[in-house]
């Protein structure tokens, strides 16, 4: 429509996106083709084109809220598996700075899962040297600059987490912040205490995951907001189920922490009428939320601007969704402008 062109044309900051969570069936396809691999999704033995394969992934029709955890979970690390080499990589990364420079995103904080690389027997160099040479080339040509966020998967043992924390800090010139992803079903964010508070100590910005389909959500909101790293993290991923706390919506606010908001995603899990309010709650109480995509690919092709134009239906006005936008800007982890320009 018309007047969604606000919206398509106002500069973009995105904080929450999984760059395995860009992988579309196109460049799935595509890497598997090139390295001689077979494509699997769900029950079925081998997928035989991308046309299938895009099937396979819209067409499954989960049931319950653990179903719907099951299904995306194996889908998303099912197809990790076709990533091998620097190309690979650098293909992954530059096809989403591509896809959202014609969003007009300026600046993107990206998380990557490197235990699920390094579990398949990838070198580090390769995986990060393929995402800084995109990164590189996203800034030159695209004007489009980032930066990375480490997540560690909760799912995984505290051991593992600390291993992969270490053995990061080789390329921590190009990580701004680690988090906490991956299935949260009974793994409370402090389990992960001990690293986080030496990624603090280290300098590191940090941020978990709180998602909204969860047991213990509550409680998981409140020790990210207020113990995780010392006295808290600096962002929290998701979170939205604080609206249903006055106590959480004012400790957030109190410690002004920001909010990564992923409205499309929800929609497994919530009804569209739950969702709309609890973001108009945390918006009205003064906490900077801000809008992202978090797995486009895996989200029925809903990128930032499809979840910036969700909001529009959940009753934003373009004004507010210009404050959203700026929010992600002051939220966001950039360093200041120099002479040398910013990044
Ligand atoms: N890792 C990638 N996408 C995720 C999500 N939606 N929730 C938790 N961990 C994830
Ligand atoms: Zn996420």
Redesign the pocket.
Known sequence: AANDEFVRDIPKVELHV?I??TLTPELRWKLAQRNGLKVKFGKSPEIHSMEELRYAMNSAEPKTEDEEREF?FES?YGAFDTLKTKQDYFDLAMNYFEHVATMNVRYCEVFF?PQGHTSRGIAWDVMMGGFQEAQTKAKSELNVRSSWIM?LLRDLPTEDAMDHYKAALPYRNMITGIGL????YHRPPLLFQEVFSLARRDGFRITM?C?VGQDNTHEHIRQVASAIGGNGADRIDHGLNAADKPELVDLILKRDIGMTICPW?YMRYQTYAELGPKMRLLFDAGIRITVNS??PAFMDDAWILHNLLLTKHFGFTDKEIAMLSRNAVTVSWATQPTKEGIL
Do not use: K, Q
Not at 181 to 184: G, I, K, L, R, Y
């Open positions: 999984h395995e969570g995306f998303y899962d997540c992803d991956s299935n949260e995951h998602d995603a978090d797995d």
